[in-house]
């Protein structure tokens, strides 16, 4: 199994040191994870001591692959302020993640009251669209919990989530991108895996590659609820998986 959705630095919280990220494949060795992504959030991929990240590459404990990942916010008009070195070989591969829509940082606790300040159809149309940018935008190799929008449990009511994101799928497709099936949902109000089955199905039927991620913060969050993220992805159809190196993409069994 892997896991491509790891951040050891969490939101700043915590220190890029040999102890605490042995202490992550050590969990990853406990709960079956093979290969690991590191992945920080944009802004704090400075903190990351590549001297440790490489001693631990090369270390090869438990037999753990580890791969280097970042995790970048999209933004719309605000490309160009995005590190360059993104675009190097030094990461492994980069999510694209949508976590504000219009400057509101939807997915925070503070600013959940703005589902009930937004008509909840033009959330989500404008989260697709905003999505849908970023696919075009060239700058990712896999697509991160594209459907995070529904964290707090709402949902459209003029056409269903997949009916919006349908297009945004088909944009996936033709850039060559994957999509993480992340089950961090599970451990939200929302209760579901990013992304809904429904949305899985249609990847599927699009020939859509996917790789897998936890979201982990902790050391005991890397691999929690990838059994049923998982399973989710072998119900649609998927038999196989993606892996990265360099930025290049593999495919390999999907297993556990």
């Given at each position: 199994?892997?896991?491509?959705h790891?951040?050891?630095?969490?939101?700043?919280?915590?220190?890029?040191?040999?102890d605490?990220?042995?202490?992550?494949?050590?969990?990853?060795?406990?709960?079956?994870?093979h290969?690991?992504?590191?992945?920080?959030?944009d802004?704090?991929?400075?903190?990351?001591?590549?001297?440790v990240?490489?001693?631990?590459?090369?270390?090869?404990?438990h037999?753990?692959?580890?791969?280097?990942?970042?995790?970048?916010?999209?933004?719309?008009?605000?490309?160009?302020?995005?590190?360059k070195?993104?675009?190097?070989?030094?990461?492994d591969?980069?999510?694209?993640?949508v976590?504000?829509?219009?400057g509101?940082?939807?997915?925070?606790?503070?600013?959940?009251?703005?589902?009930?300040?937004?008509?909840?159809?033009?959330?989500?149309?404008?989260?697709?669209?905003?999505?849908?940018?970023?696919?075009?935008?060239?700058?990712?190799?896999?697509?991160?919990?594209?459907?995070?929008?529904?964290?707090?449990?709402?949902?459209?009511?003029?056409?269903?989530?997949?009916?919006?994101?349908?297009?945004?799928?088909?944009?996936?497709?033709?850039?060559?991108?994957?999509?993480?099936?992340?089950?961090?949902?599970l451990?939200?109000?929302?209760?579901?895996?990013y992304?809904?089955?429904?949305?899985?199905?249609?990847?599927?039927?699009?020939?859509?590659?996917?790789?897998?991620?936890?979201?982990?913060?902790?050391?005991?969050?890397?691999?929690?609820?990838?059994?049923?993220a998982?399973r989710?992805?072998?119900?649609?159809?998927?038999?196989?998986?993606?892996?990265?190196?360099?930025?290049?993409?593999?495919?390999?069994?999907?297993?556990?």
């Amino acid at each position: 199994m892997l896991d491509y959705h790891v951040h050891a630095l969490a939101h700043g919280e915590y220190s890029y040191t040999q102890d605490w990220i042995d202490s992550y494949l050590d969990w990853a060795y406990q709960v079956g994870v093979h290969e690991i992504g590191f992945c920080e959030h944009d802004e704090f991929a400075p903190l990351v001591d590549m001297e440790v990240y490489h001693s631990i590459r090369g270390s090869a404990r438990h037999d753990i692959r580890v791969r280097l990942g970042i995790e970048m916010d999209f933004v719309p008009d605000r490309e160009e302020v995005m590190p360059k070195s993104i675009q190097t070989d030094n990461y492994d591969y980069i999510i694209g993640s949508v976590h504000f829509v219009d400057g509101w940082g939807f997915d925070h606790p503070d600013h959940r009251s703005g589902y009930d300040e937004r008509d909840i159809d033009e959330i989500y149309r404008r989260y697709a669209e905003i999505l849908m940018l970023s696919t075009a935008s060239r700058r990712f190799d896999i697509v991160g919990h594209i459907d995070l929008i529904k964290i707090w449990g709402h949902r459209p009511r003029l056409k269903s989530a997949l009916a919006y994101l349908d297009p945004v799928l088909k944009s996936i497709k033709y850039h060559g991108l994957a999509v993480e099936i992340n089950s961090s949902g599970l451990r939200k109000p929302v209760g579901e895996i990013y992304p809904s089955p429904d949305i899985v199905e249609r990847m599927y039927d699009y020939n859509i590659p996917v790789t897998l991620g936890s979201d982990a913060h902790h050391p005991r969050q890397v691999g929690l609820g990838l059994v049923e993220a998982y399973r989710c992805a072998r119900r649609a159809g998927y038999q196989r998986c993606v892996s990265f190196e360099r930025r290049v993409m593999t495919v390999a069994p999907l297993k556990y």
